[in-house]
């Protein structure tokens, strides 16, 4: 008899979001046998991360650094080497210091991304430093710019829109946010993320910052395609509560841009949790407009603030990727 193979599960994002997928996914039992690829947007423009791509011309390491810690294994070594590339240089004296801000982590995947001369193979050893279950790609081998149109930036001119530039302008910013794109436009996607996608079983899309970590994935032409034509499943998983970037959308909304960004998008499930949800039946009808059922679950920190417990949305994830095991 032939033993099944694994469930080949891609997740899309960046920062704090996808790490929250990927360590929720690591909590999934053996006997589900799930083969983990991230793919990670790579438009970061601020912090440690601004600072190696303005510098150096680096693609900007600090998503695909949370990606590869959440992703890192169990044994001692391997935890330590992640908390290593976790760790943040904090202001040591009175003398400027280059160092300070920067996380161990960005500085060693910098200098493997130069040393090695590919992102990928860069990755790769990195994922081994750190005893990664699961594989670490940027959804472009090329770094990109995030720019919107945004209404009302300033409280004085409601109606007024202007273009709003880099990645943390956008998510930090006070306005409306109409359009989203990157420049330059139309960047050429990692092949190795294209292939995982052609591959896999399931897509997970969110959460996670909606204009700046979840929609960019989708205005990669070449990656827009493969995740239309894949013969996967697709779950989106929706964020606990509005980030700044979306103020003013519903939970209903989040779903309705994707659709918008990409009208062939269809998803076979969408996940969110009861409590946030509030009035589940607007998100059902959206959910139906793209094709997929609404799961409902327990899926945030009891502690009242707006971060998915690892866990519970683990749980979560067990009886919808395992469907038809």
């Known amino acids: 008899m032939t033993a099944a193979r694994p469930v080949r599960v891609v997740a899309f994002?960046?920062?704090?979001?996808?790490?929250?997928s990927l360590r929720a996914l690591r909590r999934c039992p053996p006997d589900l046998d799930l083969e983990i690829t991230?793919?990670?947007?790579?438009?970061d423009d601020g912090g440690s991360s601004g600072r190696l791509r303005a510098d150096r011309g680096a693609?900007?390491?600090g998503d695909l650094r949370q990606a590869l810690a959440a992703l890192a294994g169990d044994e001692p070594v391997a935890?330590?080497?992640?908390?290593?590339?976790q760790y943040r240089f904090a202001a040591g004296g009175p003398v400027p210091d280059p160092l300070v801000g920067h996380a161990v982590g960005n500085l060693v995947l910098c200098g493997l991304m130069e040393l090695l001369g590919d992102p990928v193979a860069a990755l790769e050893h990195a994922g081994g430093m750190v005893g990664a279950v699961g594989r670490v790609l940027p959804m472009s081998r090329q770094p990109v710019g995030i720019e919107a149109r945004v209404r009302g930036v300033r409280a004085?001119?409601?109606?007024?829109v202007v273009t709003v530039r880099g990645q943390h302008a956008v998510a930090v910013t006070p306005g409306r946010v109409e359009l989203v794109r990157l420049t330059p436009p139309g960047p050429p996607a990692c092949a190795e993320a294209v292939a995982a996608v052609r591959a896999a079983d399931w897509l997970i899309f969110g959460p996670g910052s909606w204009y700046t970590s979840v929609i960019p994935h989708l205005l990669v032409p070449e990656l827009a395609g493969a995740i239309v034509a894949s013969p996967a499943r697709r779950l989106v998983t929706l964020n606990l509560a509005a980030e700044k970037e979306t103020l003013g959308l519903s939970v209903a909304d989040h779903l309705a841009a994707l659709a918008w960004y990409l009208p062939e998008l269809k998803v076979d499930a969408v996940l969110a949790d009861e409590k946030a949800v509030g009035d589940p039946e607007p998100v059902r009808r959206a959910a139906e407009s793209l094709g997929a059922r609404l799961v409902l679950a327990p899926v945030a920190v009891l502690d009242g603030s707006p971060r998915h417990d690892p866990a519970a949305l683990g749980a979560a994830l067990v009886p919808v990727l395992g469907a038809d095991r």
Do not use: I, K, Q
Request: glycine share 18%.
């Open 59 to 61: 693609l900007p390491p």
């Open 38 to 43: 991230a793919v990670v947007t790579v438009g």
């Open 156 to 160: 004085d001119r409601p109606d007024e």
């Open 79 to 85: 935890r330590r080497s992640a908390d290593l590339f």
């Open 13 to 20: 994002g960046g920062g704090h979001g996808l790490a929250a």
